[in-house]
């Protein structure tokens, strides 16, 4: 199981870290992923750290988020900085069984509840 927390109401360029608590004991060998979904749209990838701490970005973060997990603690981490409203969304946790980050959530085997960030103008 996944547990996403550390959603809230911000301000324009302010940081927020999200969390994602997983349970069980192969939690450094899964890949996790970052997704968010604005209404109206489509979930969407943001970024995702393999089992050996590779790290991936979409284009739309890079440079703002940073993805980071703590294996002793089973927890993936999203550092949301310089948030701006069009950020505003669920944001979700996901793993892979297998290690992989890919950016498609079809390939994603396990996911969180979701989030929410707000961002205020």
């Known amino acids: 199981q996944l547990q996403a927390s550390g959603g809230g109401l911000v301000q324009a360029g302010d940081s927020l870290r999200l969390s994602c608590a997983a349970s069980g004991r192969t939690f450094s060998r899964y890949g996790m992923g970052w997704f968010r979904q604005a209404p109206g749209k489509e979930r969407e990838f943001l970024s995702a750290?393999?089992?050996?701490?590779?790290?991936y970005y979409s284009d739309s973060v890079k440079g703002r988020f940073t993805i980071s997990r703590d294996n002793a603690k089973n927890t993936v981490y999203l550092q949301m900085n310089t948030l701006k409203p069009e950020d505003t969304a669920v944001y979700y946790c996901?793993?892979?069984?297998?290690?992989?980050?890919?950016?498609?959530?079809?390939?994603?085997?396990?996911w969180g509840q979701g989030t929410l960030v707000t961002v205020s103008s």
């Open positions: 996901a793993a892979t069984r297998d290690g992989t980050t890919p950016p498609s959530r079809l390939l994603y085997h396990y």
């Open positions: 750290i393999s089992g050996s701490g590779r790290l």
